[in-house]
C-alpha cells in the first residue's frame, strides 16, 4: 500500500478511535476492513474486568442499552433490534460482506461456536450482523453471505445514519464506506462482538476482533442460560 494511503487510514483510524473512547469512557479501537489491506483491531481497555467473572470475553465495566434501531431484515421485512430481541440472548456485530478479513473470520467463527450449542440452547441466541455498507449489502447479499456462517443469523441493513447513530450509542464509530480507485470498497468500524443478557437486554461483554474459537464455545452455553457475568 502506498505510504499515503497508509497514512491516510491511520490519521482516519486514530481520529475515531479518539471519539470511542469518549462515548465508551475506555478505548475501544477500530479496525479498517478492505480488500486494499486487512486491518486489525488492537486490544480494548475497558473500565474494569471481573476477576471472577465465569466468561472468557472481557466484561465491560458499563453495561449498555441495546440500540433502538430499525433495518430491514434479509427477508425485507422491517426489523426492531430492540423489541425483536428484547428478552433474548444477543451477539451484535457490525460489519460489511466484501470485508476480506476481521468480518467473515469473526462470524465464521462465532458460526462454528454455535454449531456446538445444542438446539434448545442455539434457540436461546440470536446472532446479528448490522451491515456499515448498506448500498451493496442488500437484503438478498446478506443472506447469501450469512448463510455460510449461520443460517439462522440476522442480518440487518438500511439507512447507515441510523447504523452510525446505535453503533456510537456502544462507543463504536463507523465511517461511510469508500471506494477505492481499483473499485474495492473499504469500510471503516469497530470490531467488537458486543454480548447483551437477557435478565436485562444490556451488554455485558466485549469480543475483540481476533477472539478464538474456543472463546465463544466456553462462553455460548453460559449466554445461552442468561449467567450474570
Known amino acids: 500500500?502506498?505510504?499515503?494511503?497508509?497514512?491516510?487510514?491511520?490519521?482516519?483510524?486514530?481520529?475515531l478511535a479518539g471519539a470511542a473512547a469518549v462515548a465508551l469512557a475506555a478505548a475501544l479501537t477500530l479496525t479498517a476492513c478492505g480488500s486494499d489491506a486487512g486491518g486489525s483491531a488492537s486490544p480494548a481497555k475497558v473500565v474494569q474486568q471481573k476477576s471472577d467473572s465465569p466468561y472468557e470475553g472481557t466484561v465491560l465495566g458499563k453495561n449498555f442499552e441495546k440500540p433502538?434501531?430499525?433495518?430491514?431484515?434479509?427477508?425485507?421485512?422491517?426489523?426492531?433490534?430492540?423489541?425483536?430481541?428484547?428478552?433474548?440472548?444477543?451477539?451484535?456485530?457490525?460489519?460489511?460482506?466484501s470485508c476480506p478479513d476481521v468480518c467473515p473470520t469473526t462470524m465464521g467463527d462465532i458460526g462454528v461456536a454455535m454449531k456446538k450449542l445444542s438446539p434448545e440452547e442455539?434457540?436461546?441466541?440470536?446472532?446479528?450482523?448490522?451491515?456499515?455498507?448498506?448500498?451493496?449489502?442488500?437484503?438478498?447479499?446478506?443472506?447469501?453471505?450469512?448463510?455460510?456462517?449461520?443460517?439462522?443469523?440476522?442480518?440487518?441493513?438500511?439507512?447507515?445514519?441510523?447504523?452510525?447513530?446505535?453503533a456510537k450509542a456502544l462507543g463504536i464509530l463507523i465511517e461511510d464506506p469508500v471506494i477505492n480507485a481499483d473499485g474495492t470498497v473499504t469500510s471503516t468500524h469497530g470490531a467488537q462482538v458486543l454480548a447483551f443478557l437477557p435478565s436485562d437486554d444490556k451488554?455485558?461483554?466485549?469480543?475483540?476482533?481476533?477472539?478464538?474459537?474456543?472463546?465463544?464455545?466456553?462462553?455460548?452455553p453460559l449466554l445461552a442460560k442468561g449467567v450474570a457475568a
Open 203 to 220: 451488554a455485558h461483554l466485549l469480543y475483540l476482533s481476533g477472539t478464538e474459537v474456543k472463546t465463544y464455545e466456553h462462553d455460548l
Open 68 to 97: 433502538d434501531l430499525q433495518l430491514t431484515d434479509t427477508s425485507g421485512q422491517p426489523y426492531d433490534l430492540r423489541q425483536q430481541t428484547k428478552g433474548r440472548t444477543t451477539l451484535l456485530f457490525f460489519g460489511y460482506t
Open 1 to 15: 500500500m502506498p505510504r499515503s494511503a497508509r497514512s491516510a487510514r491511520s490519521a482516519r483510524s486514530a481520529r
Open 122 to 166: 442455539r434457540q436461546k441466541v440470536d446472532v446479528v450482523f448490522v451491515s456499515t455498507d448498506p448500498k451493496r449489502d442488500t437484503p438478498q447479499v446478506l443472506r447469501s453471505w450469512l448463510d455460510s456462517m449461520g443460517s439462522d443469523f440476522i442480518g440487518l441493513t438500511g439507512d447507515l445514519e441510523k447504523v452510525k447513530t446505535a
